[in-house]
């Protein structure tokens, strides 16, 4: 046993570090221990949550999908010209990551339910009205979710190193062969951390949806909204819930810890 | 020497209802009522320190769901009004205690914008009219379990475009234009300018009970009393509650 | 084709004006201190940065003209750059990094892994053809990047600092490498340095960049022969030293330096001296050479199979010595000694 490796933090730090980690994995193991497991197979033949589930997972990867074709541009914008407003933008992208989400939905609603500013539009030309819809859900979960992939492509954007699309260029590359072969690869660590976080902050999304889009089984009730109801009338069920939705995040979550883990920790993607 | 005496006497009553106001010393009365009375809690609440000076009445208001499971799991409360029978049979067999007094009724009621402009006149509007956008409470919380009861009394099917988690959604999703209609309490729509609401015709009328329980408290059970009292009944009334 | 730049161009509180032309397969070599404009210059051939005022041709392909507007994207002039780190791209093996130039041209997939298997055998590392960057060598990536320089089948080939991040035992064989390179393609080659050595033996003509301008241009042969600054002179190894010229005396301020025979008009004049021809005393000396002055050492550089000197006051000298002379001397640095020189070592050109 070799002794020549010392740790490398004062020993003292681990007490606070253990508390951090207690206060992430009591909860979760609270869920567990207070589970009504007898249930469980009641909840599993109830079309309710199943529906629940599927809303939210589908309505979560249509809104990182969308995510990236909108926020991928807008962070080049960002990063890579010296269009006016540019901090503007980037501010307000900020801000709507520490807004509370149901301000979220009240500005939504402004903007976009049937009396609002475009929202009016919409509905006394086209008859098209976006609130009760999982469009809704989607458009809350981008306003909230997305700016997560735009501040982290953004930074690394622009802290790429820029010789490689300069040779790029001199050897024939175009702009956009530039841009696929040479730009976007160069981020793919910030590209996926982004991807991975705006899909856990879309499926987690509660106070935004519930808001502006509403809550009907089937078409907008996502699974958060399915829990807090339920903590009405059965909080156990309410339990279970929860932990099918720690379950379901934590898959996918491990499943791209490649992906995303080195470009948090700061290591080469 | 009355010239002398006078001012003590006002500093003694002054610092006597300081205490009583802020409580120091004195008991305290926890009442944990159900969301729509906090109207009728926020009158009551003077008259039963005027009667009590040195008591501090702490109201707690939040869903039935969430009052009884806060008590069951140990909360002091010395009164437990709710909005919902089904809340407070789950307190008292939990706690083992006797039955409760009915204090308050509520009615459902249509909500519409100001003036109706929709022209709806009943459940029959709501259920077939494919232009209007409805908004229930889900049928998780009370108010959603009366109004669909009031539906299948009416013999109506109805398909909401959106269940709302609590029945003060409801009001504010017609407030906001966002729902043509809803179905809500009465208390909800009293004093509010920017909803009206339609009554339901006595046929399909849902009547809400609202029991009141003094658990294991003798100020709580004075509480009761005033609940029940003339004052407390055109305390509930001028807020649009029925009365028992 | 004949590369033809005449540039005027403000960078900052830098000035770059420069006016200069490359022939069919030659070899310009540009040198200059740091900060004299050439990475600029080099940016504004390549079209990576805006020309400013003047032309830039390539034959009859005109690259830029402030006059007319034309400007040619980057992407569009076929220049083969090597840049001073190889800048591979990292998420590509070597074969398809030295593939993507005719790739983005236009050539299909496999016909430009058959290009770029050509120019990497020509370079002699066709073996490292499926390697990732992050596992080669500085000097075996410094070769794919002149194999994918190649594979293009440049009209201009720029090299960038070509030796300056190997070690000097690597530097000649990297020299050998580029010459023959540069050789086998018809294009004018401009390489840009602060070597000397590869100034040298690179380029076919050296112009000097000091301060944005072009100072001096010319075979080596002809900067070594009559320098024209002292950046120059210290560059090829000479000591360079400007005065006022009356017949066979130089001055330069406190200090007089007696010259050889020449026909340069009273005035403002250079003279030059070879590092090699000056001595070094203890003490005054006795004797024949017709300069001798008192000096201070500020500096000695042992080299492999001689030593410089450094001196100061009155003027500054390079002096190089055997590792025995200066032992045999015994001087060491800060001390005070004696410098000679025979008039006829001394050079004269009109400055």
Known sequence: MSDTRRPSVPRLVLVPAALGVALFALPVIGLVSRAPWSDLASLITDPAPRSALVLSVVTSLVTTAIALALGVPLALVLARTRLPGRGVVLAVCTLSMVLPPVVAGVALLSALGRRGVIGRLLDEHLGLTIPFTPAAVVIAQLFVAMPFLVVTLESALRSADRAPEEVARTLGARPWRVLATVTLPSVRGALGAGAVLTWARAIGEFGATITFAGNLPGVTRTLPSETYLALQTDPGRAVLLSLLQVGVSLAVLLALRHRWVPALTGRRP | MLGL??????????????????????????????????AVMGDLEPVFEAEHPDVDVVVNLAGSSTLAAQILAGAEAAVFASADEVQMDIVREGLGLPSATTFATNRLVIVVAPGNPLGISGLGDLAQRDDLVVSLAAPEVPAGRYALAAFDQAGLTVGPATLEADVRGVVTRVALGEADAGLAYVTDVLGRSDVDGVPLPAEVDVVVEYPVLAVDSRLGAEFVDLLGSERGRSILAANGFGLP | ??????????????????????????????????????????????????????????????????????????????????????????????????????????????????????????LAVDHLSGRRPDTLSGGEAQRVAIARALAIEPSLLVLDEPTSALDIAARPGMRALISTATAASEAPAVIVTHDAVDALTLGDRIAVLEQGRLTQVGTGRELAAAPRTPYVAELLGINLIRGSLQGLVLTAGAFELTVGAHDVDDGPAIATVRPRSISLHRSRPEGSPRNVWQSRVTSIDRGADRVRVRLTEPVEIVVDLTPAGLSAIGVGEGDEVWASVKASEVTVASG
């Open chain 2, 5 to 38: 005496q006078r001012p003590s006497v006002a500093l003694l009553a002054t610092s006597a209802a300081l205490a009583a106001g802020c409580g120091s010393g004195g008991d305290r009365l926890d009442v944990f009522a159900a969301a729509s009375l906090a």
């Open chain 3, 1 to 122: 084709m004949t590369l033809v730049v005449r540039i005027t161009r403000d960078i900052g509180p830098h000035h770059l004006d420069v006016d200069l032309e490359v022939a069919t397969g030659e070899r310009l070599v540009i040198v200059g201190p740091n900060a004299a404009g050439k990475t600029s210059l080099l940016r504004s051939i390549i079209g990576l940065d805006p020309a400013g005022d003047g032309r830039i041709a390539l034959g009859s392909e005109v690259w830029h003209d402030s006059a007319t507007g034309a400007d040619t994207a980057v992407e569009a002039r076929r220049v083969g750059f090597v840049p001073q780190h190889p800048t591979l791209l990292a998420h590509l093996d070597a074969l398809t990094n030295v593939a993507y130039g005719p790739r983005s041209r236009g050539a299909g997939r496999a016909e430009s892994r058959a290009i770029a298997m050509n120019a990497m055998e020509t």
